[in-house]
């Protein structure tokens, strides 16, 4: 059994998981975060069956102190437990379905023909297989030019997994898609080009937005010299280990559902905001509980 631990450091590990995605890799969807292994049977469900699933969710895999209530660390420990699934099954679908031969291990030809062969591959140029191959070798533990399950994982999702000897290529990546100096350091500018085109495109830049990112940047340049250096990236967006991530969804869906304000998500709450916790498409499956949605 392969064993995972999601995490998300300070500041958007989405910048490196941009990468990833740019190459096939790692494109979560959180739309029923909270149902875990249990979302894709709900779509079918009746309103009853879906309160019961949701009733005996809280009772038997959630609420540690049998009081049925969620409080912000038992949101947590299921949080983590979702998302630490779910990265074990992306993983494991993608090394299937590229894994023409169904081997015990996969080469690199298989891999990559795979990817591109997809509706929504990444655009091929050659500084794509360039890294591509890179990854590969280096999550080749023993050389052979194929990788097995573990090897694959650590290749697929080298940003969300605790390995360190992946962490220097990233972050080198990292580094030259933002170095326009080409002097291997970021200044302000370089560093925050890559979130302000993001955050303006999605409209989250507001007047405090430069404020923001100056202190983040300040926080992560840790000799204070003006631009951040391979280790200082490398500490910041890999060496703060944690389940941030899948802490920051439980404490989102804390705030989002807690309505007395008592710390607790009680069953009414979680009837009341069913969106929160099941997605949207599935209350709009045959609009199911549209009396409590507008409660």
């Known amino acids: 059994m392969l064993v995972f631990r999601v995490m998300s450091p300070l500041f958007h590990l989405s910048f490196v998981a941009s990468l990833l995605i740019g190459l096939g890799h790692c494109e979560h969807s959180h739309e029923h975060a909270f149902l875990g292994e249990y979302a894709e049977s709900v779509l079918e469900m009746k309103p009853e069956e879906l309160e019961d699933l949701l009733y005996w969710l809280v009772e038997q895999r959630i609420d540690q102190n049998k009081d049925m209530k969620m409080s912000a660390g038992e949101l947590q420990h ?8 779910d990265l074990e099954n992306e993983i494991l679908k993608a ?34 297989e360039n890294r591509l191959v890179a990854r590969w070798r280096l999550a080749d533990d023993n050389g052979d030019s194929r990788l097995t ?26 580094i030259e898609d933002r170095d326009t ?4 350091e970021l200044t302000f500018e370089e560093w925050s080009a890559a979130a302000l085109a993001s955050d303006d495109e999605d409209g989250e830049v507001g007047q405090g937005w430069e404020m923001e990112m100056r202190a983040r940047f300040q926080e992560m340049d840790t000799n204070r ?7 200082e990236l490398e500490f910041y967006l890999f060496d703060q280990e944690d389940d941030s991530e899948a802490d920051e969804e439980a404490l989102h869906i804390l705030a989002e559902t807690d309505d007395d304000g008592d710390g607790l998500v009680s069953h009414f709450e ?4 069913l969106r ?16 409590r949605d507008e409660l």
């Open 181 to 184: 100096d080409d002097n291997y």
């Open 225 to 231: 010299d003006g631009v951040l250096s391979h280790p």
């Open 270 to 273: 979680m009837m009341k905001h």
């Open 276 to 291: 929160i916790f099941v997605g949207s498409q599935v209350l709009q499956h045959g609009k199911l509980f549209h009396a």
């Open 78 to 85: 299921w949080m983590r437990h979702v998302y630490h699934r």
């Open 95 to 128: 090394f299937n379905k590229a894994n023409v031969k169904q081997d015990s291990d996969i080469s690199f030809k298989e891999y990559r023909e795979w990817l591109f062969s997809q509706e929504d591959a990444p655009e091929r140029t050659e500084k794509s």
């Open 149 to 174: 399950l573990g090897e694959f994982a650590v290749f697929y999702a080298p940003d969300e997994l605790h390995h360190r000897k992946m962490h220097g290529l990233l972050v080198d990546e990292y």
